[in-house]
């Protein structure tokens, strides 16, 4: 019997010993996978780093492996990845490469480039910075408006209508940061970049950095990054807290991926929910994400119709 208990008392510590070097492992993940990226795209080869279709790669890449870890050392049982998850999920991240990307650049960075033309404004200051100088300037310029379209969202009924699909997911991982109505994503990916002057490859790694960041603000992992780290970038913690159930509760934490922003501007709380969600927590699917800004509108119009209709026949 005291053999028997030894043994279990050995093994149980072994367990939790492993467990322990596992946690830590993981708390790393994040800050060594950000100077994977940041390296590569400093010291790649010009004709990978210049090449629209490495970013592509490289990005899906980035999501895939966030969405692996996953996998192998997740955070709650409850926000488990299933099949009709999977559909959403995949559906908008292709959604936002195609659809929403060329709205961007359409209607929003072209327009700023022409602008820039026309008023001939320049920055060749910015292409003299240090490579990661200029990658941390875009996605600062990237974070800032993001971070003031988001906490618009939050405080005005009409804009909070586009953005509320993203808050009725009822549970987070890797992609979860490509899911809402599209009018949202659009509105969110506008920035003034454009109007500065950056080499094409800080362009690239500031976006693979937003995209290697958010997903792991969103990613069902069991991984809570070192402070240097926390200090400036968004994490799973802090972002799960602003997914949290209360409305009130998710008026903190805007920040996409720069975490810095919401402790600038006095919206940072500390804090962790395992429980996400809106309203009565009910999930939308993508036909009901896509028309929700616009369900007070048809109830309005089709409560008019009611009233105006006359009596049927008694």
Aim: aromatic share 12%; net charge neutral; glycine share 6%.
């Amino acid at each position: 019997m005291r053999a028997s208990f030894c043994d279990q008392s050995w093994g149980q510590w072994v367990a939790e010993a492993a467990l322990s070097v596992k946690d830590k492992v993981f708390n790393l993940i994040p800050p060594v996978l950000l100077a994977v990226v940041v390296l590569f795209w400093g010291l790649g080869p010009a004709r990978l780093t210049a090449n629209p279709t490495t970013l592509l790669v490289a990005v899906c890449v980035t999501m895939g492996i966030i969405q692996a870890l996953e996998f192998v050392h997740e955070r709650h049982a409850g926000w488990r990845w299933n099949g009709r998850e999977l559909f959403t999920d995949v559906f908008y991240v292709v959604l936002g490469f195609n659809a929403i990307d060329f709205l961007s650049t359409h209607l929003a960075e072209d327009p700023l480039k022409a602008l820039k033309t026309a008023l001939h404004i320049g920055t060749p200051w910015t292409l003299q910075l240090p490579f990661v100088v200029q990658v941390a300037l875009i996605v600062f310029l990237i974070e800032f408006g993001q971070y003031w379209m988001h906490r618009l969202m939050h405080n005005n009924p009409l804009f909070w209508l586009t953005h509320a699909p993203h808050h009725h997911i009822t549970q987070l991982n890797a992609l979860k940061g490509a899911v809402g109505n599209p009018i949202e994503l659009f509105l969110i990916s506008l920035s003034v970049v454009a109007l500065f002057d950056f080499s094409l490859q800080a362009l690239f790694c500031a976006a693979n950095v937003g995209t290697l960041v958010s997903s792991f603000a969103h990613a069902n992992v069991r991984s809570d990054p070192p402070p240097f780290y926390a200090f400036f970038f968004t994490t799973i913690r802090n972002h799960s807290l602003h997914h949290s159930v209360p409305y009130e509760d998710t008026r903190c934490n805007y920040a996409n991926s720069l975490i810095l922003i919401d402790r600038m501007f006095g919206t940072f709380r500390d804090g962790e929910a395992d429980t996400v969600g809106q309203d009565d927590r009910k999930r939308l699917t993508i036909p009901e994400q896509f028309v929700f800004p616009f369900v007070p509108l048809i109830t309005a119009i089709q409560a008019r119709r009611n009233v105006s209709a006359p009596p049927g026949p008694r």
